[in-house]
């Protein structure tokens, strides 16, 4: 039995390389700066972007404190069997402007991970869209949870997406509070 899913080539098909370069040494440099300033070297190229936006094929488009604004020019290697872009696309840019949004806020050693991720899907994407844009705001930062809002327009403000998350913040914990807790259990 063969896998359905196996690629069939033909004349007329298309291909895409992609190359990266490793992340580990820029996600070293993450965590000795702050997040705006990681986040702003990332759009500069002074250090290389994450393999999933070489993958994906978006980029950062703006960086200020509490906003991140990702880019994606729409291609046929992001289309669904319906052929419009995939909903997953369109979550990963909205999970990436919405948690670097919050990253925008952190100062260095601190990190965040997403605890949820809501999208709504408003209408279809395709190639005629042209560069969508996902403009991600901080709306709360606490001592542990962060909130933000995002939306996925194109280039003339026309609602694709929006959605929203909720983050844990990751702060470094002090060695006293290491050897109270080591001394404790």
């Known amino acids: 039995m063969t896998n359905p899913v196996t690629p069939r080539f033909r004349e007329e098909d298309r291909t895409r390389v992609i190359t990266w370069e490793d992340p580990m040494p820029a996600v070293q440099t993450g965590k000795t700066i702050s997040g705006i300033a990681y986040l702003k070297a990332l759009q500069t190229g002074e250090l290389p972007s994450p393999p999933i936006a070489v ?12 906003r991140v604004v990702f880019a994606l020019e729409p291609a046929e290697y992001h289309y669904n069997p319906l052929g419009t872009v995939h909903g997953g696309v369109m979550a990963t ?6 948690g670097c949004a919050v990253q925008s806020m952190l100062p260095a050693g601190t990190s965040y991970t997403t605890l949820e991720l809501k999208v709504n899907y408003l209408r279809p994407i395709t190639t005629k869209t042209g560069t969508v844009y996902c403009e991600g705001k901080i709306i709360h930062l606490g001592g542990r ?41």
Do not use: F, N
């Open 55 to 66: 993958l994906m094929g978006m980029w950062i488009a703006g960086v200020s404190e509490g």
């Open 93 to 98: 840019l909205l999970d990436s402007a919405l």
């Open 145 to 185: 949870v962060a909130t933000a809002e995002a939306r996925l327009t194109d280039a003339g403000d026309k609602l694709y997406a929006h959605g929203t998350t909720t983050c844990l913040i990751l702060r470094p914990s002090s060695p006293s509070s290491l050897e109270t807790a080591s001394q404790s259990a």
